[in-house]
């Protein structure tokens, strides 16, 4: 998906989990320029120049939701890890049955349906996609509200609040985890699931990811709502974190994450590795990698994509720019020949 210089974009200098400054990690730089921050802090990444949220709500609406629909098929129940994880969760802290339990993003509603089968009770779902609520009612009884969480009429208190793979998308998760704070009894339990360790191309371009969490920023983000964490499960793939509520005080946390952070990308986009003076290097996508090539900077651009096109049967995606003139202080740099294209799948 191309962002065009229309595209309307809003600064946000604060990192969303400790409020700390976001500091220039990378600038992807087409008609328009949008810079990612890291959180000296809490190791959080995000856009520093980011598209407003009504911008996000048509983008949802109009083109991911209607992405999704082509391809989404309406399987019968399943018991999968998700099943088995909010399974685990409410037998090692055992919720009580007629407990009062909400999913955040409900989607089909599968993981619902599995407590239901466990025997609770006071179940509800919100989730924002038409059809999911839709394709979820069909197949049982368990109310669930259309509406993005943070707008949502919601019947408080909740004694458990959980998602998965939701906070990653949400325009400001500090909105989001005030709200469930606002909707939980002290000692309610909540629970999210975030992606980890996703390629680095993925943090970069993958416009509906907008956050990159850590461990610490999930951590603040949670104490600084009134939360305790109980948990933090990490995998490469995902981070789960038990937080509950609680009277505590806040914590700050100063881990100095930045430059690890950025050598951590630097590695993964193979910059400092000097195979041609001067060069440019250039990197295509595939699911949950990060790709890419190098290639020298002394031929004419279209020959470059050629080359690369023959060698690698990919179309390029971007130029990460080390060598070749920076055209602003961050210190990674993405160039693209006309608009930032953004993955959207
Ligand atoms: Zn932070």
């Known amino acids: 998906m191309e962002i065009e210089s229309s595209v309307p974009l809003m600064v946000n200098p604060a990192c969303p989990c400790d409020g700390n400054d976001l500091l220039l990690l990378c600038a992807l730089m087409g008609r328009a320029i949008i810079r990612v921050g890291c959180c000296d802090s809490c190791g959080y990444v995000g856009y520093i120049d980011k598209p407003t949220r009504e911008w996000f709500d048509m983008f949802y609406r109009s083109v991911w939701d209607k992405a999704d629909t082509k391809t989404a098929k309406e399987k019968p129940y399943v018991r999968g890890l998700h099943e088995a994880a909010v399974e685990d969760i409410v037998n090692c802290y055992k919720i009580a049955k007629n407990a009062r339990i909400l999913e955040m993003g409900s989607g089909y509603g ?9 025997g609770y009770t006071d179940l509800a779902g919100v989730e924002p996609s038409s059809h999911r609520v839709e394709s979820a009612k069909r197949g049982s009884t368990i109310p669930t509200i259309r509406a993005p969480f943070e707008e949502a009429p ?10 998965f793979h939701v906070l990653e998308h949400v325009y400001d998760p500090a909105v989001v985890v005030k709200k469930c704070a606002a909707l939980q009894p002290e000692g309610g339990y909540l629970v999210f699931v975030v992606p980890h360790k996703e390629s680095v191309m993925t943090t970069l371009l993958f ?14 983000l949670l104490t600084h709502a009134g ?3 109980r948990k ?16 505590t005080e806040k914590v700050f ?5 930045f430059k690890e952070t950025l050598d951590y990308f630097r590695n993964r986009l193979g910059v400092g590795t000097h195979w041609y003076h001067p060069r440019l290097l250039w990197w295509y996508r595939t699911i949950g990698y990060d790709e890419g090539g190098q290639l020298p900077f002394l031929f004419p651009s279209l020959l470059w994509r050629w080359m690369w096109h023959f060698h690698h049967k990919a179309p390029l995606q971007a130029a990460v720019v080390e060598d070749a003139p920076h055209k602003t202080t961050a210190p990674l740099e993405i160039q693209f020949s006309g608009n930032i294209q953004m993955l959207i799948k």
């Open 110 to 118: 599968n993981t619902l349906y599995h407590l239901k089968q466990l």
């Open 154 to 163: 919601l019947d408080a208190p909740y004694d458990l609040i959980y998602s």
């Open 207 to 220: 416009l509906p990811h907008l956050h990159r969490y850590t461990e610490y920023a999930l951590s603040g």
């Open 227 to 229: 939360y305790r964490v």
């Open 232 to 247: 933090c499960v990490i995998s490469d793939q995902e981070i789960t974190i038990i937080a509950q509520k609680h009277k």
């Open 253 to 257: 946390y100063q881990f100095g994450l």
